[in-house]
């Protein structure tokens, strides 16, 4: 991980056991991904929220085989998304298990210098 992905603020709240979204400052919708304009109005004033950290799973994967060394002692290890309460989805690991339509809350797991997003069930 670059320098600039440790400073970004979704990275940076995850390290201080926040998950953040970006909304609009202007009328408040959530977006989707990371944008430069608002889907809703179109505002350039996009700032960063804190979420609630409780989510519901979308979709889930199970990774057998890490695709990069930096993962490898993590495997097996479960993918997910999940839709934020907020609104937002998100891509983060989850407690095994887990199952498309259940209730997660957010949890943090340390892993060397980064934080990673990891749900487990409510
Ligand atoms: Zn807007």
């Not at 991980?1 to 201080?16: I, K, R, V």
């Not at 953040?20 to 304009?37: I, M, N, T, V």
């Amino acid at each position: 991980m670059t320098t600039d992905q440790a400073d970004h603020p979704y990275q940076s709240g995850l390290d201080a056991g926040i998950v953040r979204y970006q909304a609009c400052d202007d009328c408040g919708a959530w977006q989707p991904l990371q944008r430069h304009a608002c889907r809703a109005c179109g505002g350039t004033r996009l700032g960063w929220r804190d979420a609630a950290g409780t989510a519901t799973i979308h979709s889930v994967t199970e990774v057998a085989r890490a695709p990069t060394d930096a993962f490898r002692a993590l495997a097996p290890y479960t993918l997910v998304l999940a839709t934020l309460d907020e609104g937002p989805r998100v891509m983060a690991h989850a407690e095994p298990g887990v199952a498309i339509g259940e209730r997660v809350r957010a949890g943090f797991l340390r892993h060397g210098e980064h934080t990673l997003l990891r749900f487990l069930r409510e």
